[in-house]
């Protein structure tokens, strides 16, 4: 968790709601005593790339194309 002072929260402010949105947590503090806290809002989940990667392949695991090749298809689609 990222502890700011409430000046460069003001300052700062789009870069730490970047960050929040990528799913950190951050406390203002004015004179060092916290006074708030930026939190991503309930159910923001973030998908990293290779995770992302990760679930188009277990999706399409078990799909295919039946009798029909890839190839095929790519001379099909040129065709027209």
């Given at each position: 968790?990222?502890?700011?002072?409430?000046?460069?929260?003001?300052?700062?402010?789009?870069?730490?709601?970047?960050?929040?949105?990528?799913?950190?947590?951050?406390?203002?503090?004015?004179?060092?005593?916290?006074?708030?806290?930026l939190v991503p809002?309930?159910?923001?989940?973030?998908?990293?790339?290779?995770?992302?990667v990760r679930?188009?392949?277990?999706?399409?695991?078990?799909?295919?194309?039946?009798?029909?090749?890839?190839?095929?298809?790519?001379?099909?689609?040129?065709?027209?």
């Amino acid at each position: 968790m990222k502890t700011v002072a409430a000046y460069e929260a003001r300052t700062h402010l789009s870069r730490l709601l970047e960050d929040v949105a990528r799913g950190e947590t951050i406390t203002i503090t004015k004179h060092g005593v916290p006074v708030a806290k930026l939190v991503p809002p309930d159910g923001l989940t973030r998908t990293t790339g290779d995770a992302a990667v990760r679930s188009f392949r277990e999706a399409r695991r078990g799909n295919t194309l039946g009798d029909i090749s890839l190839q095929e298809l790519i001379e099909e689609g040129r065709r027209y």
